[in-house]
C-alpha cells in the first residue's frame, strides 16, 4: 500500500497504529484474527466508491463488513482494505407506502425497532445484531418467511456500487439481471449500499411453543412432529432443536441440568388465540413431553430472544443441510449429532430442523438466485466455545454432526457455507443457476474482485 489516504473519502481511516484498530476488525466470530492494512469506514455511497476504487488501484484484497456475522470472517481480509458499512445503518420507514429503505451496514435489530410502532415488519433473521446485508443477500430465513417469503423476496430494489465504480438501482425494471442474481447470490457482484423493502401488516406478538423431551424419549416425537410439517398454518415456524442445557437453569428441573435436551415445537408470529389453540393440538399430536413450555412475547423480543446466545467474541464453527423429505434415518441421525458412543457431549455442537414452506415454496424457482425453494427443512448445527484448546475438538464434532446428515441432504443455504469453497457453492446453487450466476459475474465482476465471501468464480 503506497498511501494511507483515499481521495473523495468523507468517512473514517482507521490503520493498524490507530487505538481502535483493533475494535474494528473484530467480528463475531473470535476465531477471525486476521489484520487489514486499512479499514474504510464509509459514510455514503460515494465513499463507497472512492474506497472500491481505492483498494483496485492499490491492488487489495477487499473485504466488505455490514453486521459482521459470516462465521468464515470473509468480511476481514488480512493486509487488504476493509470497506466497513456500520456507519451507513439508517432506516427510514415509509408506512402508508408500506416500504423502508435501509442503509447497505444497517442491522436487523434497528429494522424491526423501526417498523414495530406502525404495525408493519418484514421477514429478518433470528439474532438482531446480524447485519441485513449479508442475511438478504444469502436468501435471509426468518420466523416471517413462511408468511411473506424469504428476506430476498421483499427486496424492492437494491442500490449497489459495482467493481468499474458505477452506482446502479437494481429492481425487477432495472438491471434485471443483477436484481436476480442479488437474490440469494451472496455478495459476488457489487457492494449493496441501500435495500428497499415490502412491508408487511402484523400484529406484533409471537408464541414460542416448547415440547422437552430427554433424546432417548425423543424419536416418535419428532416423528409426529414431521406429520405436521405439510398442513402446518403459515404464522407457524415449525422447529426440533437438540442442544446441552446449562449445568445451572432456573426454568428446568434440576434433574435435566447440564443433560442434553431435545426441544420440539414452533414460533407463531400473529393472533395469540389461534396460537395457543395450535399450540394445544400440537401437544396432543406429539404428546405430553417432560416440560411443557408456551411463552408470548412481543416481535421485537423474539427477534432478540437469541442475542444472548450468539454474542460477539466467543469462537464459532457451524455445518448446514437442507432437506426436501425427513427420513426415520434422517432423524435417528439428527439425534446422534454425529457423535460415537461414550462421547462428552458438552463437545457436540447444538443443532436443528426449521420448516420451510409456505410463502418460500411458492415463489417460483426461476425467479431468484436462491436455490432451495423445494426445501423441507434446513438443518443447522453449530459451535460456541471460548478456549481456543478447544477449537479442534469442537470443529471435528460439528464436522461429525454435518457428515451424519449429508446422506439425507439436498443442498444448502449459502448463509451457512463455513469454509466448503468450491464443493459448498455447488450445494448451495443448482447447476443451472450457477451457470447463469457465473456470467453475471463476468458481466459485472470479470475480474473476481469480490471474491472474500461464498465466492461464485466467472470462470468454472
Not at 436468501?139 to 467493481?163: E, K, P
Not at 437438540?242 to 414452533?266: E, H, K, Q, S
Not at 410463502?359 to 434446513?378: C, G, K, M, N
Request: charged share 25%; aromatic share 6%; glycine share 12%.
Amino acid at each position: 500500500m503506497t498511501q494511507t489516504t483515499i481521495r473523495d473519502f468523507t468517512g473514517e481511516i482507521v490503520l493498524p497504529d490507530d487505538a481502535t484498530y483493533d475494535g474494528h476488525r473484530s467480528v463475531w466470530n473470535a476465531m477471525v484474527d486476521r489484520r487489514p492494512a486499512m479499514i474504510a469506514r464509509c459514510e455514503s455511497a460515494a465513499d463507497v466508491v472512492a474506497a472500491l476504487a481505492f483498494g483496485r488501484a492499490e491492488g487489495l484484497e477487499i473485504g466488505v463488513k455490514g453486521g459482521g456475522h459470516g462465521v468464515a470472517g470473509h468480511c476481514v481480509p488480512d493486509g487488504g482494505l476493509q470497506i466497513d458499512l456500520s456507519r451507513m445503518g439508517s432506516v427510514e420507514v415509509d408506512p402508508d407506502a408500506r416500504r423502508a429503505r435501509l442503509g447497505g451496514g444497517a442491522l436487523l435489530g434497528t429494522l424491526d425497532r423501526a417498523t414495530e410502532p406502525h404495525g408493519l415488519a418484514t421477514t429478518a433473521g433470528n439474532v438482531s445484531h446480524t447485519g441485513v446485508g449479508g442475511l438478504t443477500l444469502g436468501g435471509g430465513m426468518g420466523w416471517l418467511a413462511r408468511q411473506f417469503g424469504l428476506a430476498c423476496d421483499n427486496v424492492i430494489s437494491y442500490t449497489v456500487v459495482t467493481v468499474d465504480g458505477e452506482m446502479r438501482v437494481a429492481s425487477e425494471e432495472e438491471h434485471p439481471d443483477l436484481f436476480w442474481a442479488l437474490r440469494g447470490g451472496g455478495g459476488n457482484f457489487g457492494i449493496v449500499t441501500e435495500f428497499e423493502f415490502r412491508l408487511h401488516p402484523t400484529t406484533g406478538r409471537a408464541l414460542v411453543s416448547e415440547l422437552i423431551f430427554e433424546p432417548a424419549q425423543a424419536t416418535e416425537p419428532i416423528r409426529r412432529w414431521r406429520e405436521l410439517l405439510a398442513e402446518a398454518p403459515r404464522p407457524a415456524t415449525l422447529t426440533v432443536d437438540i442442544w446441552n442445557a446449562p449445568a445451572t437453569a432456573a426454568d428446568l428441573p434440576p434433574m435435566l441440568a447440564g443433560r442434553p435436551l431435545v426441544i420440539i415445537g414452533f414460533t407463531w408470529v400473529g393472533e395469540m388465540g389461534e396460537a395457543r389453540a395450535y399450540h394445544a393440538e400440537v401437544v396432543k399430536e406429539i404428546g405430553r413431553p417432560t416440560v411443557e413450555r408456551a411463552q408470548e412475547m412481543s416481535y421485537v423480543e423474539l427477534q432478540s430472544q437469541g442475542d444472548a446466545a450468539h454474542v460477539h467474541g466467543t469462537r464459532r464453527y457451524a455445518s448446514g443441510h437442507d432437506l426436501v423429505e425427513l427420513s426415520d434415518d434422517a432423524i435417528d441421525a439428527f439425534l446422534t449429532r454425529g457423535a460415537a458412543d461414550g462421547s462428552d457431549p458438552r463437545m457436540l455442537p447444538g443443532s436443528g430442523f426449521q420448516a420451510y414452506g409456505g410463502a418460500i415454496a411458492e415463489v417460483p424457482d426461476e425467479a431468484s438466485a436462491f436455490s432451495q425453494r423445494d426445501t423441507l427443512v434446513e438443518w443447522f448445527a453449530g459451535q460456541g466455545w471460548t478456549d481456543p484448546a478447544e477449537d479442534e475438538a469442537r470443529i471435528v464434532a460439528a464436522r461429525a454432526a454435518g457428515a451424519a446428515m449429508a446422506p439425507f441432504a439436498s443442498g444448502v443455504y449459502v448463509n451457512v457455507l463455513t469454509d466448503e469453497g468450491e464443493s459448498g457453492i455447488r450445494r448451495a446453487y443448482r447447476p443451472e443457476k450457477l451457470v447463469r450466476l457465473r456470467e453475471i459475474k463476468r458481466r459485472y465482476d470479470p475480474d473476481n474482485v469480490l471474491h472474500l465471501n461464498q465466492n461464485i468464480r466467472p470462470e468454472g
